[in-house]
């Protein structure tokens, strides 16, 4: 880890000391349970140590993964080579009128609640989404009917020289599980919200409805990364699943969830290998019973 040596020095005038860590294993730090080690994990919680990270980073020539909550992930059983950017530090959220802004690393559950505490409509439907605010735009998330799109008024993003850009909705390019920070070209930093005045006691009426139902319907007991599978057009990937009867289907610790076939759980100490066959198993068979072919949702990260 030598070669890491002159950036840690490099970037300890701006980033926090307990903010690095060197090998750290990544499985600490996915819903999922699993990912090797990452070289740098970096955990910075305000605008200026993530500034320093990423320019100093491309002045150092070291590739940056930035991490979210890891809700949505699945970190290869060879970690990450450089820095893992962790945001979860970044976290604040704030409220001006019926405005929230929420900075990248704030969990998006957490702005949901949020609002039902300042009497806005609106993020319902986030109420169980298991990720991060920064993890949401990227995958422009959504649940019960609302996603992200619905209420995201603009983004603040860095790009990798460092520079702070404000991007209206349009110009994210938000579509089913999409938008244009797959790029690859930015780092988010905050979103702003905007939702509607309404009655709290109708806010939170729908946002125990759709715990509840999220409680009986989700494998929550087991690790996971969430719903697997995007939605095939004129279809639904559980369902297809479901009627290829892998239910239940195993590959090392990794299985298809029984309670829930869009999911695939980590039942017993499961790889990333064991998790990626899996998913590869669920595809094939869908494709020869159904025709169909399934898209993940998932995002893949690290190396073999």
């Known amino acids: 880890m030598s070669e890491y040596q002159h950036f840690i020095n490099t970037i300890t005038a701006d980033v926090m000391k307990e903010n690095i860590k060197l090998l750290e294993p990544i499985r600490n730090h996915t819903f999922t349970k699993l990912g090797g080690v990452a070289d740098l994990f970096i955990t910075p919680s305000s605008f200026a140590e993530i500034q320093s990270v990423v320019k100093q980073a491309k002045k150092f020539d070291i590739p940056v993964t930035i991490l979210g909550s890891g809700s949505n992930v699945i970190v290869r059983d060879g970690g990450i080579r450089g820095i893992a950017l962790c945001l979860t530090k970044f976290n604040q959220i704030c409220v001006n009128e019926d405005v929230i802004t929420a900075q990248s690393g704030a969990a998006i559950i957490g702005v949901s609640n949020f609002a039902l505490e300042y009497e806005l409509t609106g993020l319902e439907f986030a109420c169980g989404i298991p990720g991060s605010v920064g993890g949401a735009l990227y995958m422009n998330a959504g649940a019960y009917g609302g996603q992200i799109s619905d209420v995201l008024e603009k983004a603040t993003v860095m790009t990798w020289d460092g520079d702070i850009l404000s991007l209206s909705k349009e110009a994210l390019q938000l579509g089913y599980r999409k938008s244009i920070f797959m790029n690859g070209d930015y780092v988010i930093l905050e979103a702003e919200f905007q939702l509607k005045q309404g009655d709290p006691k109708s806010i939170k009426q729908k946002m125990e409805e759709l ?25 639904y990937a559980g369902k297809l699943i479901q009627d290829s009867e892998l239910q239940g289907t195993r590959v090392g610790g990794a299985e298809v969830s029984k309670k829930h076939a869009g999911f695939i759980v980590n039942i017993d100490q499961a790889t990333s290998k064991d998790y990626i066959e899996l998913i590869n198993v669920v595809k094939g068979t869908v494709k020869k019973n159904f025709g169909v072919d399934l898209e993940t949702e998932v995002i893949f990260l690290g190396e073999e």
């Open 211 to 235: 715990t509840i139902a999220r409680q009986s319907k989700q494998p929550l007991e087991y690790p996971s990364c969430g719903s697997v599978f995007k939605r095939p057009p004129g279809h």
